[in-house]
């Protein structure tokens, strides 16, 4: 109950109504689609023309050279997406409000003045872009994932939103996101939880998990998501998709909102997500050629840079790739191992590629820390921030701000000596990567121990908030899909911890069936660019993804 006496879930309410008007707004009346399976991908086109499909699974760079050349309209692509995403809601719950009437505005803005001009307004001229809720958009809720706020609005558009569309995008969807933004999955009592595509019986990941949802249906041909822990990565590997978490501070978090910001203990980062690796560069380039940094003084000022010649064969240089095959925390589990191997193996056989070991070093430690950084007060702030409204805390916000083991309430000294630790660590790793690897360009390695795991059962975020602990820009990639009978765990098998022995109780084979099985690639601090172009090397190398889970 909050203090006007309205109870939380009538606040709740209101929210899931906008939704659905804002759904109506479209006039479709499409029936719900009958899933005799629990892969719901293929339901879409099912309610679609041809013309429709051709459209939504097109990628980002073939509609912008489409919409440049005259051959299709921003209006066209605009309703197909719109409809898609409609869809996609129908299916797994990952929108939380569309935006048809700003959408088609801007659309009709843009062909008239391509019919005007003969040319487009920028990079971006026309492409729908769908975007996490907690991101800025002016006159819609800025809940954050907290039902006590679901009476805000934002009075702007961010920062970031504010050069894509400059760019010439078009913002036509918000989507999905957990309570407080902080789990591997995607559930709050304000729009309830958001359904893979791939297998129902999954979560899509979180934070970002509308998003990664959205786009496995293609409902979106590019998107943008926020990553603190893992919160890019973990949906997009989830999903079969590209994610990309940048170094913090190259781009906008301006306009953003969480119960957390201005907390500097661990920033987190806005990124990109996308069905193509091409939407995740398109992205990066577009940005920060509109060099952000001239209005905010937190950002590098720093461009989108060449590929250095150290990935390029082409030019003499030899792509060195570390191989990182277990955290030595939480094990991975068989399809995850079976696809670092069979990217490995392929890597070997490449000319211009040489792949050493890299052992984690000292990542227990780092975890230790992260826990520290992630809820210094023990959860204290967002447990008032719930009893506000009376909302109840979810299971997974509270595994991860209170009830993981080692989470501690913090004085100012011990905040201060924990801040001193995770910058002994950060020093630490690039000594010991400058050691042991001086010429190791990137590290490839798991961004999950599991497949997209069972509903309510993501508790480990250590493959991937490592990267965010050494603020290393880190990209996931798909390569292949759970197979039953090839990924098997061994019955002998002796967890090393509770956390182990969690995700070997909890991974199913039969029940993850054709759960995608992403990489994570990994650069030091600022290289962004090498990280990305250096995926795109080895996905022409070794011809990824091996199974494109999305269309087979």
């Not at 921003?74 to 009437?101: D, G, M």
Request: negative net charge; charged residues 20%.
């Amino acid at each position: 109950m909050t203090s006007a006496g309205v109870p939380w879930q009538e606040l709740a309410r209101q929210v899931q109504k906008r939704r659905d008007s804002s759904i109506a707004e479209l006039k479709l009346n499409l029936p719900v689609p009958s899933a005799a399976s629990p892969r719901v991908i293929p339901l879409a086109r099912q309610l679609l023309s041809g013309a429709e499909v051709a459209i939504t699974e097109s990628s980002a760079s073939f509609l912008l050279s489409s919409l440049a050349q005259g051959r299709l309209t921003a209006t066209e692509v605009t309703s197909a997406f719109l409809k898609r995403a409609a869809i996609a809601q129908s299916l797994v719950n990952c929108v939380h409000e569309l935006l048809p009437a700003r959408a088609l505005a801007r659309a009709e803005e843009l062909d008239d003045f391509f019919a005007l001009n003969g040319k487009t307004v920028g990079p971006l001229h026309g492409l729908p872009i769908s975007i996490k809720a907690h991101m800025g958009v002016k006159g819609s809720d800025s809940s954050a994932g907290f039902v006590a706020w679901a009476g805000r609005t934002f009075l702007d558009d961010a920062e970031l939103l504010k050069i894509l569309l400059a760019a010439g995008a078009i913002a036509y969807v918000r989507t999905t996101e957990p309570q407080a933004l902080m789990m591997l999955e995607t559930s709050s009592n304000i729009t309830g939880v958001t359904l893979n595509p791939h297998n129902t019986a999954l979560t899509p990941g979180g934070s970002s998990g509308g998003e990664a949802a959205l786009q496995a249906l293609y409902g979106s041909p590019l998107g943008v998501g926020t990553d603190m822990g893992g919160s890019i990565r973990s949906p997009a590997a989830n999903c079969g998709i590209y994610g990309f978490k940048p170094t913090t501070f190259r781009l906008p978090l301006r306009g953003f909102a969480a119960y957390n910001i201005g907390v500097e203990t661990i920033w987190g980062t806005p990124g990109p997500l996308s069905p193509t690796l091409d939407g995740i560069e398109l992205f990066m380039e577009t940005v920060l050629a509109a060099e952000p940094w001239r209005s905010d003084p937190s950002l590098h000022h720093i461009p989108w840079r060449a590929a250095p010649a150290s990935i390029d064969a082409n030019r003499g240089g030899r792509l060195r790739v570390g191989i990182l095959w277990d955290d030595n925390i939480v094990t991975p589990l068989p399809p995850v191992t079976r696809a670092l191997k069979e990217v490995v193996e392929r890597l070997n056989l490449v000319p211009g590629v040489d792949v050493v070991e890299w052992k984690p070093y000292r990542h227990e430690e780092g975890m230790e820390i992260l826990k520290g950084l992630y809820s210094p007060d023990k959860g204290k702030a967002l447990a008032s921030l719930l009893a506000t409204s009376g909302e109840p805390m979810h299971s997974l916000t509270a595994w991860t701000t209170r009830d993981t083991p080692g989470i501690k309430e913090l004085d100012l000294p011990g905040l201060w000596n924990l801040l001193r630790d995770r910058e002994a660590y950060r020093y630490d790793y690039l000594q010991e990567w400058n050691r042991l690897a001086p010429d190791m360009d990137v590290i490839l390695c798991p961004c999950h121990p599991s497949p997209a795991p069972l509903l309510d059962t993501s508790r480990y975020w250590g493959y991937t908030s490592i990267w965010n602990l050494l603020d290393y820009p880190a990209i996931v990639f798909p390569v292949t899909r759970v197979d039953p009978e090839r990924d098997v765990s061994p019955k002998d098998y002796t967890p090393r911890n509770d956390m182990d022995r969690w995700y070997q109780e909890h991974y199913h084979p039969g029940k993850q069936q054709g759960a995608p099985i992403n990489l994570q690639l990994v650069a030091k601090k600022m290289e962004d660019e090498k990280v990305v172009q250096a995926l795109r090397y080895i996905k022409e190398a070794i011809g990824l993804p091996f199974v494109n889970c999305l269309n087979e």
